[in-house]
């Protein structure tokens, strides 16, 4: 019972009146000081006294930080984090070094730090990028295996028994292979089997082209469509192109091929949006239509122009390209999206939907294999 009530205290805060009698230990004080900083209204305790806020020191805030990640889990950790900086302002804060080391790096803190990036100073740069390279790191691990593994099941899927192609044959080896077959009274080799190199190994089959948004409501799944792009990218089979668009449209492959981090550290979150723009320079990068993906990551509130941009998707879908709209690609719930067009593009026989980065994987193989992707496609703005 004891238990239970001083829990209730620690959710309800110093001034809750029918608690206030409940004594804490010292490391309840310290959890308890940590959350009134962040959720009492108007105070904090400090020697008995009542004031504002965290206070505005680099050292007070570290160590805010410190007890917070020492007494809280680690998904307690991230919302409490998110807190600070919403309801206290403390983003300035977030540019001493001292202060960064003690940041739980998570995946709301690295678009905090994407969208602030002009504004922080020389000396905070390394430690930011840092964090935000452990976050990238993790997604890495998380995404990696899974996806490569289905890109490889789908492009060669038929390696075990190679298409009979004479440009392909491998003539050294079928030779060898064969010469147990030599005929001496004709004078001839008779092959028994032929063998071919593996054609995957020598062109790139398939071009996937990944179209972001930059609005700032869309920062989960630029990290996400970052990591993605440059594991794309990391392929031979593939012919990676990476956009990234507001009213301008900015082409990221090069930087991709190199370092995600150094990616997103170019993408400039917020601004206005001009899907259409983007598209149309998007079509320009294929080739292959039938041998091309095409994935916009978007949560489809347009402000350039509408139609153009359906008149657009269309003629990439008509001609054979496999055309996908990710409304998000992230863990979070119900994304926000223009639902209107997305019923619209939907019409079009494009696939309409939010993606979670576990489902990922499967959505791509069955688009490299042709399938029909619509059966992913769920009901309203659900995620798969």
């Known amino acids: 019972m004891e238990e239970k009530t001083t829990r209730w205290r620690l959710i309800l805060g110093q ?67 998110s807190d600070a900086i919403e309801r206290k302002g403390l983003t300035k804060l977030l540019f001493e070094p001292e202060t960064l080391k003690n940041v739980k790096p998570d995946i709301s803190m690295v678009g905090i730090l994407m969208a602030l990036k002009g504004q922080i100073p020389e000396k905070s740069k390394e430690t930011a990028r840092q964090l935000v390279k452990e976050v990238v790191d993790e997604i890495m691990k998380r995404m990696e295996q899974d996806l490569r593994r289905a890109v490889t099941g789908a492009l060669n899927r038929k390696a075990h028994s190679p298409i009979s192609n004479f440009a392909s044959t491998d003539w050294k080896k079928t030779i060898n292979r064969n010469l147990k077959n030599y005929d001496i009274k004709s004078k001839r080799l008779i092959p028994e089997k032929f063998y071919f190199f593996e054609r995957t190994q020598k062109q790139k089959n398939w071009t996937i082209i990944l179209d972001i948004d930059q609005s700032g409501s869309m920062s989960d799944s630029i990290i996400y469509s970052s990591v993605m792009g440059s594991i794309f990218a990391s392929m031979p089979s593939l012919n990676t192109h990476v956009v990234a668009f507001d009213t301008q449209v900015t082409d990221l492959t090069e930087v991709c091929r190199q370092d995600p981090v150094d990616m997103l550290f170019g993408i400039q979150l917020g601004g206005g949006t001009d899907i259409n723009k983007s598209v149309t320079y998007c079509q320009t990068l294929i080739e292959n239509p039938k041998k091309t993906m095409f994935i916009l990551i978007s949560d489809l509130y347009e402000g350039g122009v509408r139609a153009g941009l359906l008149r657009r998707l269309s003629q990439m879908y008509e001609e054979g390209v496999k055309v996908m709209v990710l409304l998000a690609l992230s863990d979070r719930g119900k994304p926000d999206y223009d639902e209107k067009l997305g019923k619209e593009i939907s019409k079009l026989g494009i696939p309409c939907f939010a993606c979670t980065p576990d489902r990922l994987p499967e959505l791509v193989e069955a688009a490299l294999k042709n399938h029909n992707l619509k059966k992913f496609e769920t009901s309203s703005n659900q995620q798969i």
């Not at 490391?27 to 008995?48: C, F, H, P, R, W």
């Open 15 to 81: 001034d809750t009146k029918a608690l206030e009698n409940i004594s804490l230990n010292e490391q309840q004080s310290v959890m308890d000081y940590a959350l009134s900083a962040i959720y009492d209204e108007n105070t904090t305790k400090n020697n008995g006294s009542k004031k504002a806020g965290l206070g505005s020191s680099a050292p007070n805030l570290a160590k805010w930080l410190t007890d917070v990640r020492t007494f809280f889990p680690e998904d307690v950790v991230s919302i409490i984090q």
